[in-house]
């Protein structure tokens, strides 16, 4: 049975800073791409970051980029969001998918993220 589990979320200032982290299980974790995508209240789901299978590339949504950094341990079945420079409107759930092969297959149960003073 897949299994994303996500951790890492809270409240934080502005300007602040978080890491996720999601753990993955059930399958071959070093095979596939990982993407972070987030939703905030009352928005549709936002795309944020991709990391294909090995970590040799990444891609960001374009108000991420040069904020949000993705990568992944393969030995740890565990990929990371580092997430510098927080905004009110990053406020979000976030989740981690796995990338199959028609698009994500499969999700976490998301963790929160509140930017706020």
């Known amino acids: 049975e897949v299994q994303l589990v996500e951790s890492g979320g809270g409240l934080v200032q502005p300007g602040g800073s978080l890491r996720l982290s999601c753990a993955a299980s059930?399958?071959?974790?070093?095979?596939?791409?990982m993407s972070w995508v987030r939703q905030a209240p009352g928005k549709k789901l936002e795309w944020v970051s991709d990391i294909t299978w090995n970590g040799g590339s990444t891609y960001y949504a374009e108000s991420m980029t040069g904020r949000f950094t993705i990568s992944r341990d393969n030995s740890k079945n565990t990929v990371y969001l580092q997430m510098n420079s927080l905004k009110p409107e990053d406020t979000a759930v976030y989740y981690c998918?796995?990338?199959?092969?028609?698009?994500?297959?499969?999700w976490g149960e998301g963790t929160l993220v509140a930017v706020s003073t």
């Open positions: 998918a796995k990338v199959g092969d028609y698009g994500w297959d499969y």
């Open positions: 059930g399958f071959t974790f070093a095979e596939y791409a």
